[in-house]
């Protein structure tokens, strides 16, 4: 199974893809990583890693793994996360980013709980993720990126948190990685590396 975890800064990543010879606009790329950066400020992970690494791997899926190009689809992927998890509004990202990569992060933005208590809190997410297989296709290549990110090194987290967080994405996240060639090969290769949390 390939992990991607070496870009943890957009310096490492920039170089990266400049070497690579991939038709990727960079300078158009920097502004969402800007924002990115700006939004999440000193937010950390669950690891206690910086929030921005969550997103470069998620990039580094796209344009290293899935070999993306599409400029939208890559801000996108670096933007997922600044509606759920910061102050950043939907018309924030439109006034700085324009409607695609808007609507691409709309999709990809688990909407607020209704209702308290950790029941209210799943069933909400369980509708989130049912209503993915009727997103874009570019939409969904920015989840299964977020996805592969979060679950790459699952080992890492709590032991109820990983059976939970398998079920969750061999339920919702591999069918939707059927349609993708790249995403399916890598979703069957973490499931077998991942069998013994079924």
Do not use: C
Request: charged share 25%.
């Amino acid at each position: 199974m390939e992990v991607f975890t070496r870009w943890r800064t957009w310096e490492t990543a920039r170089s990266d893809i400049a070497s690579s010879g991939a038709h990727i606009d960079l300078d158009g790329l920097a502004p969402a990583v800007a924002a990115a950066e700006r939004w999440h400020g000193d937010q950390r992970r669950p690891t206690g890693a910086p929030y921005v690494e969550h997103l470069l791997e998620a990039l580094e899926v796209l344009v290293r793994g899935a070999e993306v190009t599409a400029p939208a689809v890559l801000s996108a992927a670096v933007l997922h996360d600044v509606v759920e998890d910061t102050p950043a509004t939907l018309a924030d990202v439109e006034a700085e980013f324009g409607p695609e990569v808007t609507e691409l992060v709309d999709w990809v933005t688990k909407p607020p709980t209704a209702g308290a208590g950790r029941q209210a809190k799943r069933a909400g997410k369980a509708a989130y993720l049912r209503r993915l297989r009727d997103a874009p296709r570019e939409a969904v290549l920015v989840k299964l990126a977020d996805r592969v990110s979060n679950v790459q090194t699952l080992d890492r987290m709590p032991p109820d948190f990983q059976r939970r967080y398998y079920a969750e994405t061999i339920t919702y996240i591999v069918p939707l990685a059927e349609r993708e060639p790249w995403f399916r090969t890598w979703y069957a290769s973490w499931s077998t590396h991942f069998a013994h949390l079924q």
